[in-house]
């Protein structure tokens, strides 16, 4: 069962009346704006520090209500119902999979959606300039960065010719990366291996019919709930001596080959920006859907070196990070 409040403390009572956005202005005497968070984990605290400074101090002018569902649909389910019985204020989320279990709690509470992949397409908002209702956010990609992964893939290790393609098929926006390099791959000589993982499949199944397969190398997203088994992913990858190409940085720095992505350290901090301005009193359907403005390549030369590859120069002069 999922846990609430006090960052892994179960709420025995949750209950009051329906919910509704209040604006901080419109706070009664004595009471502080409660921001509910749905799957807190490490990416959350550069969203607090950019609400610390906005100038929100939690216990004094904010407060802070968390919400587990690790990266299951149905827990997640269960973790948006609870904040929107709590209420809060407005409910933060990480992900496709959270923002749409908040969406289907709620229609009043403002929600903001971290680090989507296609917000319009996966159906969460009908347009990032003008995303109506109770949702806005930011997404972490731009257009065909999927590909370009898979580029910068072929780019560093170019005798690559079969990436296996880890993808959540319960995941909207997966599904569309998934999609994106199957179509870019032809015309970069690659075949794409499909590995679906979702909650309902095991990681050791799915991974060994994988290696049947003999890929060269793996591709994966930002997906929250493959992050959660990140660790495991990377041992396997070590282990059968395979390179990967990851969506986050943070995965570089933890021994993952190579990244190019948007900084998620940066897309949560923004969106405390959002929380700001809804507690201000704007309106989520009037802030328009933000597009990450930079994307970063990130090289682990330690990790090539134990893969026994040698990235090329040029490709190393334009990473923003090489780990030595």
Do not use: C
């Not at 704006?33 to 610390?52: C, E, M, T, V």
């Not at 199944?205 to 990377?234: G, N, S, V, Y």
């Amino acid at each position: 069962m999922a846990s609430y409040i006090g960052r892994r403390k179960f709420l025995a009572t949750l209950g009051g009346a329906a919910a509704w956005p209040l604006a901080a202005s419109a706070q009664q005497p004595g009471k502080i704006p409660r921001i509910g968070i749905i799957d807190d984990s490490l990416h959350w605290n550069a969203f607090r520090h950019g609400l610390r400074d906005l100038g929100y101090l939690e216990g004094q002018n904010i407060a802070f209500d968390y919400a587990y569902g690790d990266g299951v649909p149905e827990r997640l389910a269960e973790a948006a119902a609870a904040l929107v019985r709590r209420p809060v204020d407005v409910i933060a989320t990480f992900g496709t999979l959270a923002s749409f279990a908040a969406k289907q709690a709620t229609t009043t509470i403002p929600i903001v959606m971290i680090s989507i992949g296609d917000p319009v397409r996966a159906g969460l908002v009908p347009s990032l300039a003008r995303p109506g209702g109770n949702i806005t956010g930011n997404t972490i990609l731009g257009p065909d960065v999927g590909a370009k992964r898979l580029q910068i893939l072929k780019e560093a290790i170019p005798t690559v010719s079969r990436v296996a393609f880890l993808w959540n098929p319960d995941n909207a926006s997966n599904v569309l990366q998934f999609e994106e390099i199957q179509a870019a791959a032809p015309t970069l000589g690659v075949t794409v291996i499909s590995v679906s993982v979702s909650p309902r499949i095991e990681f050791e199944t799915a991974f060994a019919a994988m290696m049947k397969e003999r890929p060269d190398a793996l591709a994966m997203t930002a997906e929250p709930f493959h992050q959660t088994h990140i660790a495991w992913i990377m041992d396997f990858m070590a282990k059968n001596r395979l390179p990967a190409v990851y969506q986050l940085s943070e995965n570089v720095r933890a021994g993952g080959l190579m990244s190019y992505g948007a900084s998620q350290p940066d897309l949560f901090r923004r969106a405390a920006g959002y929380v700001h301005r809804i507690l201000q009193g704007k309106k989520p359907a009037d802030l328009p859907v933000e597009q990450p403005v930079k994307f970063e390549l990130a090289v682990n030369l330690k990790t090539a070196k134990a893969l026994g590859l040698e990235i090329p120069p040029m490709l190393l002069a334009r990473a923003d990070e090489v780990i030595e």
